[in-house]
């Protein structure tokens, strides 16, 4: 009887221990899930700001290239149209200071800062290592997420739009377009032409 028991003991031991062990390596997992591959409306500001994952200047590719995709349906900037270095700093010092969702205080530091879309050339993004381009593409897509509300714009995903905008430039003579009129004529390669209202 009382090895039965001290059996039955051990059994319930395993089992218990069983669980905590692999549901600890998934919630692990889970915790350990890399910035770049977390769906859009996942990203909280509070990890955007204090993540070792990103440097400064990768974050603020991504913020650069969210205000890009942000405006994807307003017409490209012109070359006389640059990014305002000083209201943009500005924008990305206050984003720390916010809770919640990074793609809506985004969307809300836009508006209060009046941030206008910018001149950035497949030039610009050619320089750019292949980390920074990944960020970039994530933050652009984050950016077409946010101001997207009817579903016009399909968003594609961040690495097969890298490969597909690296080959775009690779093989053709459009460095000189913007980068913004370069992506939506690899979006309507991928899922056909769109018609936007």
Known sequence: MIIALKK?????????????????????????????DKKFNQIKTTEFCTTNEWNEIEKKDFIAAFILGWYWEIKEADESEKINKQIFNK?????????????KNLENLIIK???????????????????????????YNAGI?????????????????????????????HRDETVDLSIKTIVDQIFGHLELE
Not at 8 to 36: C, Q, T
Not at 91 to 103: A, H, R, S, T
Not at 127 to 136: A, Q
Request: hydrophobic share 40%; aromatic share 22%.
């Open 91 to 103: 924008l990305f010092n206050e984003v720390c200071g916010k809770k919640g969702l990074l793609i």
């Open 145 to 173: 997420k946010s101001n997207n509300d009817e579903k016009k714009r399909m968003v594609v995903k961040y690495n097969v739009l890298f490969s597909r905008l690296s080959d775009y430039y690779f093989y053709t003579n």
């Open 8 to 36: 039955l003991m051990k059994n319930i031991f395993y089992y218990f221990f069983s669980i905590f062990f692999f549901s600890s390596i998934v919630y692990a997992n889970e915790l350990d899930e890399e910035l770049i």
């Open 113 to 139: 800062n009046n941030i206008k879309r910018f001149y950035y050339t497949g030039h610009d993004w050619i320089k750019l290592d292949i980390e920074r381009k990944k960020i970039f593409i994530k933050g």
